[in-house]
C-alpha cells in the first residue's frame, strides 16, 4: 500500500525496524517498502486509550525512530460493546461485539493494525486475521469496590464484608456464579458501561459493591479506589484478563515481523493455554467459565472453571506441563471438565 503523498523516509523508518525484528528473531521475509503512518485501531474508551497508548510507546521504545517521525495514526473505532449498554454481554452475542467493527476495519485495509483487551477477543478470529502480539500481563486478579467503604475486610473471606442480600453490580456470568456459589444470598443487577460510569452507579447508590478487574483500574490509576483484591483461587479469572494483544492482517508479514518481536513470550503461553481452554469449552460469554494459567519455575499451570449462572455447580481442574505445550493442554483440560460436568449444565448455558 503506497499513497502518492506519503513521506518517503517513512518507509526506510519500518525497514529499519523490520530489519532489527528479523535480527532478533530467526525469521528471513524481506521487509517491503510501505509508507507512515501505521493506522492503529482501538475502542474509545478511557481503558482502551490507555492501553493503545501504552503499546505505542512500548513499539517506540524498541525502535525509536518510528516515535520521531510521529508514525502512529490512531483510529478511534465504536462498537456494539460500546453502544449497547442496557443488555448483558451474554445476551447480545457475546466477546465478538467489542471488536467486529475493528475486525473489519483491518480486513478492509482502513487501518493497519488494532490494540484490544485479550479478555474481549473472541477466540475465533476472523479468517485473515491473527493475534501477533500479547504484551506482558497486567495483574489478573479481580477485585471488588464497595460503597461503604468503612466496612472490615478479612482477605482470607473476601465476601464475608458483604451485607446480608446485597445487591452487586456486575455484568460477568463468571463473577456473578463464583460469588452465588460461597454466598447465594447475594443478589445481583446488571452494571455495564466502562469503569468511571460504573463508579458513578455505584457511588450514587445502584448497588452495594461492584467487581472489576485489578488491570483496567490500575491502567487507568484508579488502583486506591479498590477495597478486596481477590486472590484467583477465590475468584477464578477470565482467560486473557489482564493481557493486551495485537491484531494483524495475516497476509502483512512485515508487521507481524515488527510485532512478534515485542511480544512478551510469557503471555503469548498463558493466554494460549487459556483461549484454547476457553475455545473448546464456548467461546461465547454466556457461560460462566474461568481459565487462569502462571508459569512456575518453567511449568505452565493452567486452572480452569465451569459453573451454572447461579453457582450451585462449579467446577474446577488443574493441568501442568512445558509451556510449549500450551495449547494441548488448554485442550485437555477444557476436555477433563467437560467430561466432569453434567450434560444439562451445558445444555442450560448454550440456550439461546
Ligand atoms: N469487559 C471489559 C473489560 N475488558 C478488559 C477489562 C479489564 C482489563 C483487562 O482485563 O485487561 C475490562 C473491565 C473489567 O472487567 O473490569
Given at each position: 500500500m503506497r499513497f502518492m503523498n506519503a513521506p518517503v523516509l517513512a518507509s526506510d523508518a519500518l525497514q529499519k525496524v523490520a530489519a532489527?525484528?528479523?535480527?532478533?528473531?530467526?525469521?528471513?521475509?524481506?521487509?517491503?517498502?510501505?509508507?507512515?503512518?501505521?493506522?492503529?485501531?482501538?475502542?474509545?474508551?478511557?481503558?482502551?486509550?490507555?492501553?493503545?497508548?501504552?503499546?505505542?510507546?512500548?513499539?517506540?521504545?524498541?525502535?525509536?525512530?518510528?516515535?520521531?517521525?510521529?508514525?502512529?495514526?490512531?483510529?478511534?473505532?465504536?462498537?456494539?460493546?460500546?453502544?449497547?449498554?442496557?443488555?448483558?454481554?451474554?445476551?447480545?452475542?457475546?466477546?465478538?461485539?467489542?471488536?467486529?467493527?475493528?475486525?473489519?476495519?483491518?480486513?478492509?485495509?482502513?487501518?493497519?493494525?488494532?490494540?484490544?483487551?485479550?479478555?474481549?477477543?473472541?477466540?475465533?478470529?476472523?479468517?485473515?486475521?491473527?493475534?501477533?502480539?500479547?504484551?506482558?500481563?497486567?495483574?489478573?486478579?479481580?477485585?471488588?469496590?464497595?460503597?461503604?467503604?468503612?466496612?472490615?475486610?478479612?482477605?482470607?473471606?473476601?465476601?464475608?464484608?458483604?451485607?446480608?442480600?446485597?445487591?452487586?453490580?456486575?455484568?460477568?456470568?463468571?463473577?456473578?456464579?463464583?460469588?452465588?456459589?460461597?454466598?447465594?444470598?447475594?443478589?445481583?443487577?446488571?452494571?455495564?458501561?466502562n469503569v468511571q460510569t460504573r463508579l458513578d452507579k455505584l457511588r450514587a447508590g445502584a448497588c452495594d459493591a461492584t467487581l472489576l478487574a485489578l488491570a483496567g483500574l490500575r491502567r487507568l490509576g484508579m488502583e486506591d479506589r479498590v477495597d478486596v483484591v481477590l486472590e484467583p483461587d477465590q475468584m477464578l479469572p477470565a482467560s486473557g484478563q489482564g493481557i493486551v494483544g495485537v491484531t494483524v492482517r495475516e497476509s502483512d508479514a512485515e508487521l507481524r515481523e515488527l510485532l512478534s518481536a515485542i511480544e512478551d513470550p510469557e503471555a503469548r503461553a498463558v493466554s494460549t493455554a487459556e483461549r484454547a481452554l476457553l475455545a473448546e469449552l464456548d467461546g461465547s460469554c454466556r457461560t460462566p467459565i474461568g481459565g487462569y494459567a502462571r508459569i512456575e519455575k518453567g511449568i505452565l499451570k493452567l486452572t480452569g472453571m465451569v459453573a451454572s449462572e447461579d453457582g450451585t455447580f462449579l467446577l474446577k481442574r488443574e493441568i501442568e506441563g512445558p509451556p510449549l505445550e500450551a495449547a494441548r493442554m488448554g485442550t485437555e483440560l477444557a476436555d477433563e471438565l467437560r467430561r466432569e460436568t453434567p450434560p444439562h449444565i451445558f445444555a442450560e448455558i448454550t440456550r439461546a
Open positions: 532489527e525484528a528479523v535480527r532478533r528473531s530467526h525469521a528471513v521475509e524481506t521487509p517491503s517498502r510501505r509508507t507512515l503512518p501505521l493506522r492503529v485501531g482501538t475502542r474509545a474508551s478511557p481503558l482502551a486509550l490507555v492501553q493503545t497508548r501504552n503499546f505505542l510507546t512500548r513499539l517506540t521504545r524498541f525502535c525509536p525512530i518510528l516515535r520521531d517521525m510521529g508514525a502512529f495514526q490512531e483510529h478511534q473505532i465504536s462498537t456494539e460493546g460500546d453502544r449497547n449498554l442496557v443488555q448483558r454481554l451474554a445476551e447480545i452475542g457475546g466477546k465478538g461485539l467489542f471488536a467486529k467493527e475493528i475486525h473489519e476495519a483491518l480486513l478492509a485495509g482502513r487501518i493497519d493494525f488494532a490494540v484490544h483487551s485479550l479478555k474481549d477477543l473472541e477466540t475465533n478470529l476472523p479468517p485473515g486475521l491473527v493475534l501477533a502480539c500479547t504484551l506482558k500481563r497486567e495483574d489478573a486478579r479481580d477485585t471488588i469496590l464497595l460503597r461503604d467503604r468503612t466496612v472490615e475486610v478479612d482477605p482470607a473471606r473476601p465476601y464475608d464484608c458483604l451485607p446480608e442480600g446485597a445487591l452487586i453490580g456486575c455484568a460477568s456470568v463468571r463473577r456473578q456464579a463464583q460469588m452465588l456459589h460461597v454466598r447465594p444470598d447475594l443478589k445481583f443487577c446488571l452494571l455495564r458501561g
